[in-house]
């Protein structure tokens, strides 16, 4: 029983060990140069106004996708849910096709778009739309790519959280009590499926901090971008900054997996079961 026990643990250890095992010996690589602790590695932090800047460019991609994502996914899932359920598997194919599509494909067709774009002559509505999609300040341009990235995983999430829920009877209900459309999706399903939207805006979040290809093929430079320029010339402290990177989506993922459970409707009616059996116990004593 003993040996059977062990076997169920060592897919989950040998998982375990491929997973920490790189991560842990880039931190030895980054603190310990030489074999003794220093911080030196991220100095770069403060020295380096670049990175800062490719920071704050991350952040404010970031926090773009995800307003963009759930101001445009959670209405469109609301409606197809209550009043067009036959189109739930057309909405389902298109946000799922980013995950057939090799991300450099869509980057090289988002390039060859803007090309053409800037090709059409200085002035042009289409040059000037191309221009203002590649502004280096704010790349909305990899704003829409990330959105399209990330739609798979949203899309699989809120799907998820609202068929837990009684989307229509809350809505009827709601309107019952004079409540419009969108007062409905604020006021009564946001908070309903919290847990699967705190999931996508961290998923989201750790998506557009590791992405690459996209943003290196579009000449963006973003944390990731900056980490492969700086690796040519400071390679310990690209390393430090990755692992830093690496361990605040780590600790992201394990938030939204806490999150997607404390939120969740089955979490919610467990935890006041449980406060149920607590005031009963109390009450009979």
Not at 99 to 114: H, Q, R, S, Y
Not at 223 to 250: E, G, K
Request: proline share 6%; net charge positive; glycine share 6%.
């Amino acid at each position: 029983m003993g040996r059977l026990r062990f076997a169920n643990w060592v897919p989950v250890l040998a998982v375990a060990l491929y997973v920490t095992i790189p991560v842990l010996c880039s931190i030895y690589y980054a603190v310990f140069p030489g074999g003794s602790f220093s911080l030196g590695a991220y100095s770069v932090i403060t020295e380096d106004a670049s990175l800062a800047a490719a920071a704050s460019r991350t952040f404010l991609i970031t926090g773009l996708t995800i307003v963009v994502l759930v101001a445009t996914l959670v209405p469109a899932l609301v409606a197809v849910h209550l009043w067009a359920p036959k189109l739930r598997p057309v909405l389902e194919i298109l946000c799922t096709l980013p995950l057939v599509v090799p991300p450099i494909a869509i980057a090289a067709g988002v390039v060859a778009l803007l090309r053409w774009g800037a090709q059409q002559g200085r002035g042009s509505m289409a040059s000037q739309i191309s221009q203002f999609l590649q502004n280096p300040d704010l790349p909305l341009i990899l704003v829409g790519t990330y959105v399209v990235l990330c739609l798979p995983f949203t899309f699989r999430s809120i799907d998820a959280g609202l068929r837990t829920i009684p989307l229509k009877a809350m809505v009827e209900g709601s309107a019952v009590l004079g409540s419009s459309t969108w007062g409905t999706i604020w006021r009564v399903v946001i908070p309903n499926i919290r847990g699967s939207m705190l999931f996508s805006v961290f998923f989201a979040t750790a998506l557009c901090f590791g992405e690459f290809s996209l943003a290196a093929t579009l000449g963006q430079q973003t944390v990731p971008v900056w980490l492969y320029d700086v690796s040519s010339n400071n390679f310990r402290a690209s390393i430090a900054i990755a692992v830093l990177l690496n361990l605040t989506t780590w600790a992201l993922l394990f938030v939204a997996t806490l999150s997607a459970d404390r939120f969740s409707p089955a979490g919610r009616a467990a935890r006041a079961e449980r406060a149920l059996q607590k005031s009963s116990q109390k009450a009979a004593a």
